[in-house]
């Protein structure tokens, strides 16, 4: 079966799932969000009380040492010591981003289906 037909089914069905990254995001806003890293050592910067927590998590020089969704955990443990939540930090950043450039079919599609999106961010 081909994949058109596959994703086709999907969505008259009711059963169609997206799976997206930052790129799908950076698409509708021609750029504007920030990028998952971007988005932690902002969050580092503005937010955590380990002064060299983000120091040690994204080196100037070399890789980093943890994986990006590890690295987030570890921000989101300094935060719940604050009593902060580390979802509703990244909200309130990329709340005032609004889509950009030619999305009138992606609002299109999105206002006539039923689906669900899954995120990496």
Known sequence: MSEYFEIAYAAASKRLCLFTGTGFSKALTQ?????????????CDEHVQNLKLKSSLFPKEGENPLRLEEAAQI????????????????????????LSGETESIKEFFSERSFRIVTTN
């Open 31 to 43: 750029g504007n969000v920030p990028g998952w890293q971007e988005l932690i050592e902002d969050v």
């Open 75 to 98: 921000v989101e443990m300094d935060l719940a010591g604050q009593g902060k939540n580390l979802h509703e930090v990244i909200a309130s950043k990329i709340k005032s981003i609004g």
